[in-house]
Nanobody, 118 residues
Framework: VQLQASGGGSVQAGGSLRLSCAAS????????LAWFRQAPGKEREILAS????????KYADSVKGRFTVSRDSTKKMVYLQMNNLKPEDTGVYYC????????????WGQGTQVTVSS
């Protein structure tokens, strides 16, 4: 699997952005795809994940109710819709993938910067 993220940018607090991640693989049915964020001076944290085959989603408490992860199986794309953005959402966002049975994510796309100003 190869991943390529896009869609970052600058937005004011309360605004919205949608990140996209293009996944190239013959099949993604055994994969879980996720979005991570690395804020300045902080460790990378997982924000949301989606199990490709059944679209089961999980969210970190910090983004629950504001962010939505989804996928388009035809286009092999994963999205992160981010609403009501806050300055603390600033960071580099990464999409990542792992097979369902794996304990950690081992495929990473390049990061995309999101900056939220107050």
């Amino acid at each position: 699997v190869q991943l390529q993220a896009s869609g970052g940018g600058s937005v004011q607090a309360g605004g919205s952005l949608r990140l996209s991640c293009a996944a190239s693989a013959r099949t993604l049915s055994l994969y879980v795809l996720a979005w991570f964020r690395q804020a300045p001076g902080k460790e990378r944290e997982i924000l949301a994940s989606i199990r490709w085959s059944v679209q089961t989603t999980k969210y970190a408490d910090s983004v629950k109710g504001r962010f939505t992860v989804s996928r388009d199986s035809t286009k092999k794309m994963v999205y992160l819709q981010m609403n009501n953005l806050k300055p603390e959402d600033t960071g580099v966002y990464y999409c990542a993938a792992k097979v369902l049975s794996a304990t950690s994510y081992d495929v990473w796309g390049q990061g995309t910067q999101v900056t939220v100003s107050s």
